[in-house]
C-alpha cells in the first residue's frame, strides 16, 4: 500500500504562482512513477504532468513552460511548481502513484488539493 498526501493548494491571482507538494509512504519501493492529474467542475480529470522512478518528465501542452514536475527523493515527495496561474487552472489537484507488484500494477490516489485562480 502506498499512501499519499498532497499540500500547496491555495487561492491565488493570475499571474501567480503555487507549489504543490505529494508525500509518499508506505511501500514506496514499488513506485514506478507518480503524476498530478487535475479536475475543473463538470469535466473529467486529467493528466497534469509525470514523472518516472528514472526522472523522466512529462507535461501537458496546456502546462508547458509554466509548470514543473519533480521529485525529492530523500522527502519521498513530488512537486508540481506552478507559475503563470491562469484561471482556467482552477481545479482539484490530485496526486497519483503507480506501483509495481507481483501482479501488476496498482495506481493510488491522493486526497486533493483544491487551486484556485482568480482573474
Known amino acids: 500500500q502506498v499512501q499519499l498526501v498532497e499540500s500547496g493548494g491555495g487561492l491565488v491571482q493570475a499571474g501567480g504562482s503555487l507549489r504543490l507538494s505529494c508525500a509518499a509512504s508506505g511501500a514506496i519501493g514499488s513506485i514506478k512513477a507518480m503524476g498530478w492529474y487535475r479536475q475543473a467542475p463538470g469535466k473529467q480529470r486529467e493528466l497534469v504532468a509525470a514523472?518516472?522512478?528514472?526522472?523522466?518528465?512529462n507535461e501537458a501542452d496546456s502546462v508547458k513552460g509554466r509548470f514543473t514536475i519533480s521529485r525529492d527523493n530523500t522527502k519521498n515527495t513530488i512537486y508540481l511548481q506552478m507559475n503563470s496561474l491562469k484561471p482556467e487552472d482552477t481545479a482539484v489537484y490530485y496526486c497519483k502513484a503507480e506501483a509495481i507488484t507481483r501482479l501488476g500494477r496498482d495506481y493510488y490516489w491522493g486526497q486533493g488539493t483544491q487551486v484556485t485562480v482568480s482573474s
Open positions: 514523472i518516472t522512478s528514472d526522472g523522466s518528465t
